[in-house]
């Protein structure tokens, strides 16, 4: 039977490799389900090409800022889809900025997006996990989430408290057999970070001990492995893929 995946900001970067490498896989047919608020040309060509046989590409639209429409959203996605064998929360907002000229709606909205938004549909997810009594919840956290960054402290504090939610989760559920982990990545090239350009982009590289960046399918790969068998005494911990910058 193949193992229905919920990846969370699907449309475009790491979200989107995470989908097609999951798509791809061929040891494990997994099924999977793409939230994102726009429907990219990508995953609508993804939606395409794995729509002939067995549909196991699904497009779902969704604010993840709208807090309160989590709760339904994960009612849906059991009841049309089944229950998941695992949840990716990889959606977030990437916002940078001085804090002391930060605007309060840009914090609340980080915090919402990064924060709360993967706790409820870890929340609401978790319940048909427990009744199978099998699931995984990676949470993509980031190296800044350890490191400090100019001008990414709301960012930063984001990706900590997803950290910290994810090794107290372990615990809780650990004896059901649900494992929690975080992948953390390094700065890839996504349009989170276009930005980053120029020299500050050659010196994020230098740092590398292997002269580059992570790419999203670097860090997908990550996330495959924790879907897999291989990964089942694994939980409760964060895989950093960052070509080595924070060794
Ligand atoms: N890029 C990096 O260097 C880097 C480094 C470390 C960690 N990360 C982490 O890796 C993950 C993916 O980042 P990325 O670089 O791929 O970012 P990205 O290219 O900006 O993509 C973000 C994804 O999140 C979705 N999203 C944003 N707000 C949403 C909302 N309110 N509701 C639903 N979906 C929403 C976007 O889709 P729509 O716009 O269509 O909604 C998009 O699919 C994030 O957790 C990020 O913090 C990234």
């Known amino acids: 039977m ?5 990846v969370t900001g699907a449309s475009r970067g790491l979200g989107l490799a995470i ?10 047919k997994y099924d999977v389900l793409a939230i994102s608020r726009s429907k990219s040309d990508e995953l609508l060509q993804l939606e395409e090409e794995y729509s002939t046989s067995d549909k196991r590409l699904h497009i779902l639209n969704a604010d993840l800022l709208k807090l309160n429409n989590i709760q339904a959203l994960c009612t849906k996605m059991v009841k049309d889809y089944g229950r998941p064998y695992a949840l990716i929360n990889n959606a977030a907002l990437g916002f940078d900025g001085v804090l002391a000229t930060m605007h309060n709606s840009q914090i609340d909205e980080l915090l919402s997006v990064n924060v709360q938004a993967p706790i409820l549909l870890s929340k609401y997810l978790l319940r048909p996990m427990l009744l199978n009594r099998k699931g995984r919840i990676i949470n993509i956290s980031s190296i800044i989430a350890k490191t400090g ?7 930063a504090a984001s990706k900590a408290a997803l950290e910290g939610f994810s090794f ?5 559920v650990g004896k059901a057999g649900v494992t929690v982990n975080c992948v953390a990545p390094g700065y890839m090239q996504t349009d989170m970070t276009q930005s980053l350009q120029g020299e500050k982009l050659e010196s994020v590289k230098r740092r ?11 860090a997908a790969s990550a996330v ?5 068998e291989e990964a089942n005494a694994i939980t409760g911990t964060v895989i950093t893929v960052d070509a080595g910058s924070t060794a």
Do not use: W
């Open 149 to 155: 960054f100019n001008g990414l402290s709301v960012y």
């Open 168 to 172: 107290s989760l372990a615990r809780e």
């Open 208 to 218: 590398s001990p292997l002269g580059r960046l992570a790419t999203p399918d670097d």
């Open 2 to 6: 193949n193992k229905l995946v919920v």
């Open 19 to 28: 989908v097609k490498q999951l798509l791809k896989h061929t040891v494990i």
């Open 224 to 228: 495959l492995y924790l879907l897999s």
